[in-house]
């Protein structure tokens, strides 16, 4: 290996560690609010009910799937380094404010730019990864970047400790995440770098309207974006609400549900991403759908986690389910931005994550609304999750179905 070679794939690597914070805050600024939900509702009573909760949840989402194909199309066409950066400031500004809000109708607005801002970040940074790594290493990069969101879940998920304490509370919680976030942003915009290979690619005279036609007409990224969406309904609910439902269902404290809600699973999450990304990497040497059975099985280690889930009849019972979905999750997720980039063209990315957000985010909108409604009709948990494991076992037979396109040569990309 030359020394510009090894020098590539230092900073190809370094990327990703200059990546994990951003990612890290992006998702705790989302779980402390799940985690917080009982001291912000007694904080703000015009929120009220459960209803409305869950539709402060959905708006996030909505808003965020609505903003995650415009800001994937601007990071392909322009700077994925000014996008991230861009996002990550924009965010953690919303993420102070959100500490000062003193009604529904501010906690909803707020949230509502949160979704704007973050929904920059994810296509850009995951297609920046994909940019900088190659067919041996993509899946273990992105698996190490996905890490990184579930430490920021596990840390949110001791909000409820956060809120609960009387030297600091929730609007202090999220005022100094958001300052963290306004510091990191500017080293960070001198730090990162394009890949060499950016520049000069069609990508500038790829319009969003044949960007999106290009996609919409791959039946394997149609495929995909299913595959993506389905398990996300039920990814959603465990984020956003499975601290509510162990608080209510076994009667324990604020801050021992989010813990709980969290810190399992999301590090079983970690395992699974690292222990699929390393196995989706070296299943790749021999079989080119390597990383779509890898995805499959993760999917499948999902159907009886939900299903236990829901019908768990004590705390340890749910935290092993929930750990179960955990590392299903994680071969999961560390292969959808590696699955996509065997489809679809290197230009397009992070547009294509974007419409995969898209799709994903906006029904997980509806999930946690839809949920926060059923919750109020007192439906039982076991059904709720029973149809959450048989959409799983559909996403199954949808991954099998896609069919690579484009292999890479090996090579890495030249910062």
């Known amino acids: ?12 690597w370094l990327v990703v560690a200059l990546l994990w914070p951003v990612a890290l805050l992006n998702y705790l600024d989302r779980q402390m609010l799940a985690s917080m939900k009982f001291s912000v509702m007694q904080d703000i009573p015009s929120i009220g009910t459960d209803a409305n909760w869950g539709q402060m949840l959905g708006q996030f989402k909505w808003v965020y799937a609505f903003f995650s194909p415009i800001g994937g199309w601007i990071a392909d066409r322009f700077s994925r380094r000014l996008t991230i950066c861009g996002s990550l400031f924009a965010w953690s500004g919303i993420t ?3 500490g000062h809000v003193n009604s529904f109708e501010g906690l909803m607005w707020a949230r509502s730019l949160m979704g ?6 994810i296509p850009a940074a995951l297609s920046l990864i994909a940019g900088f790594h190659s067919e041996g290493t993509r899946s273990r990069a992105v698996g190490l970047h996905q890490m990184a969101i579930y430490c920021g879940v596990i840390l949110g998920g001791f909000g409820g400790y956060a809120a609960e304490a009387p030297w600091l509370g929730w609007r202090t919680a999220f005022s100094v995440c958001g300052i963290l976030g306004l510091l ?11 890949p060499r290979s950016a520049a000069g690619t069609s990508a500038p005279e790829t319009s969003a309207s044949r960007a999106t036609k290009e996609l919409l007409t791959n039946g394997s990224f149609l495929l995909l974006v299913l595959y993506f969406t389905l398990p996300a309904l039920a990814g959603w609910v465990v984020r956003d609400w499975m601290p509510a439902i162990l608080k209510q269902q076994f009667n324990i404290g604020q801050g021992k549900a989010g813990v709980s809600a969290t810190l ?8 699974g991403a690292f222990v699929g990304g390393w196995l989706a990497d070296r299943w790749m040497r021999t079989s080119q759908r390597g990383r779509i059975h890898v995805s499959a099985i993760g999917m499948v280690l999902i159907v009886p986690a939900m299903f236990g889930v829901g019908n768990a009849s004590t705390l340890l019972m749910a935290i092993a389910f929930l750990t179960l979905f955990g590392l299903g999750w994680g071969f999961f997720d560390c292969n959808n931005m590696p699955i996509l980039s065997q489809i679809v063209r290197p230009e397009l990315r992070a547009t294509g994550y974007g419409i995969m957000n898209f799709a994903s985010i906006s029904c997980g909108g509806f999930a946690d609304w839809g949920f926060g409604i059923l919750r109020d009709q007192n439906v039982p948990l076991n059904v709720i999750f029973s149809v959450f494991a048989s959409v799983a076992i559909v996403s199954v037979v949808l991954v099998l179905l896609i069919r690579p396109k484009h292999r890479d040569d090996g090579s890495h990309h030249q910062p």
């Open 1 to 12: 290996m030359s020394q510009d070679t090894r020098s590539t794939l230092r900073y190809a």
């Open 116 to 121: 704007v801002s973050e929904a920059f970040y």
């Open 96 to 98: 102070w404010a959100t």
């Open 184 to 194: 990191y942003a500017v080293p960070l915009a001198f730090l990162l770098r394009e």
């Open 264 to 271: 399992y699973w999301q590090s079983a999450a970690i395992v």
